[in-house]
C-alpha cells in the first residue's frame, strides 16, 4: 500500500498488482509489479514497466517502453519514455526527460531542466565530448556553455596539459558539435515535450 493515503485513496493495479493512488493514470498495457507504486498526479501510459521497490510519483510520466525498476524514484515533472531505463537507486526530478536507449542507474540523479537522450558525443584523443544540454557540453569531467568553451577552449586546454595539435583538434570538435547540437536538438524537441 501507499503510505499516507486510505486504503479507499488507492488500488491494485490489474497488471502486476502494484499500488496506484486513485489520483494518478496508469493504462491497463503497463505493468506494475506488486511492490511498485504509482501516486500522486503520476502517469505510466503504453508498454511502461514500473517494478521492484520503485516509484513514480509527483506529476511524473513514464511511457513507451520504458522501465523503472529496483529502488528508483521518478518525481517532479519528469518524463522517462522511449527504451529508456531507471534503476537501482537513481532519482530522475524537477523537469528532466530520459527517453531513447538512455539509462539511468546507480546513484545517479537526473534533475532540474536536464535530459538524456541517446548521447551526442566524439571521441578526441583526449578526452570525450559530450552534449548534455541544450546549452551545455562536457569535455572529461568539464561542462561549460557552448560559448564558454568556443571563447576559452585554448586557455582551458593549456591549463590542462593539452598539446598544440590537442587545443586544435578540440576547437573543431567543439565548433562542430556546436553546429550539429543545434539539429540535434531541434530534431529531438518533440520527444523532449511529450
Sequence with gaps: MILGLDKDEQHQHPNGGGWVANTATVDSTA???GDARVSGNAQV???AQVFGNAQVFGDARVSGDARVFGDARVSG????????????DARVFGDARVS???QVFGNAQVSGNAWVLN??????????VT??????????????????WLKNYKTIGKENGYSFEQIKEYGEILKYLVKAAKVYIKRNQ?????
Design 77 to 88: 515533472n519528469a518524463r522517462v519514455f522511449g527504451d529508456a531505463r531507471v534503476f537501482g
Design 45 to 47: 501510459f503504453g508498454n
Design 131 to 148: 552534449l548534455v544540454s541544450y546549452t551545455q557540453i562536457a569535455i572529461g569531467c568539464q561542462v561549460r556553455t557552448f560559448s564558454d
Design 190 to 194: 518533440k520527444l523532449i515535450a511529450k
Design 31 to 33: 505493468y506494475v509489479d
Design 100 to 102: 531513447g536507449n538512455a
Design 119 to 128: 548521447p551526442l558525443e566524439i571521441n578526441g584523443s583526449a578526452h570525450v
